[in-house]
């Protein structure tokens, strides 16, 4: 999960919320130890992480996203090593 270096905070962002969302918030910040402020930054740079890695995952232009659709639906192909492996006593087994 990010972490906000406060080094480097130079620019300021406010936002307003219901008296039940703030209570909500400082109660999950007292449990991780934050500040509301602390939780609410490193929450929000987290789900805007894995939303721009959502994009980067599943940026492909029309041709390669109907390719890719069509390898999906295409018939599974024999393959006979790996049905051996699958089928072999692990090495913890």
């Given at each position: 999960?990010?972490?906000?270096?406060?080094?480097?905070?130079?620019?300021?962002?406010?936002?307003?919320?219901?008296?039940?969302?703030?209570?909500l918030l400082q109660k999950a910040a007292d449990m991780r130890h934050k500040t509301v402020s602390e939780f609410v930054l490193d929450s929000a740079l987290g789900a805007a992480e894995e939303a721009l890695l959502e994009e980067k995952r599943l940026g492909l232009d029309a041709d390669r996203w109907a390719a890719f659709i069509t390898a999906l639906d295409a018939p599974v192909q024999d393959a006979p090593r790996l049905t051996k492996l699958l089928r072999s006593a692990g090495p913890f087994e």
């Open positions: 999960m990010p972490t906000a270096d406060r080094s480097q905070r130079s620019e300021r962002l406010d936002i307003r919320v219901s008296p039940g969302a703030k209570r």
